[in-house]
């Protein structure tokens, strides 16, 4: 199993920027896929960016747009996510989820962000 902890969430005024963390642990060996979603209060969670940790192949959903951009660590395995000129419809928590070749999904806490105007 993989074990995955968020960071790097917290209060930007809009036109700010924030990049997050996510940090796994455990069975990285076997990784597949790390992604992140955001969840914002009363909405549904929605697919953010994402990447093929085997090939480096990175995706990006709707809501990311032009503002949004995923990197990651290798070494630490580790994805991030650069968000740059916040909108008040950032505010969400965001989560990562990994998925590993055994078709194993995890899922972190969430760090949050929250956008003051």
């Known amino acids: 199993q993989v074990q995955l902890a968020e960071s790097g969430g917290g209060l930007v005024q809009s036109g700010g920027s924030l990049r997050l963390s996510c940090a796994a642990s455990?069975?990285?060996?076997?990784?597949?896929?790390m992604a992140w979603y955001r969840q914002a209060p009363g909405k549904e969670r929605e697919f953010v960016a994402g990447i093929r940790w085997t090939t480096g192949n990175i995706r990006y959903g709707y809501s990311a747009k032009d503002r949004f951009t995923l990197s990651r660590d290798v070494a630490e395995t580790t994805i991030f996510l650069q968000i740059n000129n916040l909108q008040p419809e950032d505010a969400a928590t965001y989560y990562c989820k990994a998925e590993t070749r055994c078709y194993e999904g995890s899922w972190g806490q969430g760090t949050q962000v929250t956008i003051s105007s």
């Open positions: 455990g069975s990285t060996f076997s990784l597949y896929d």
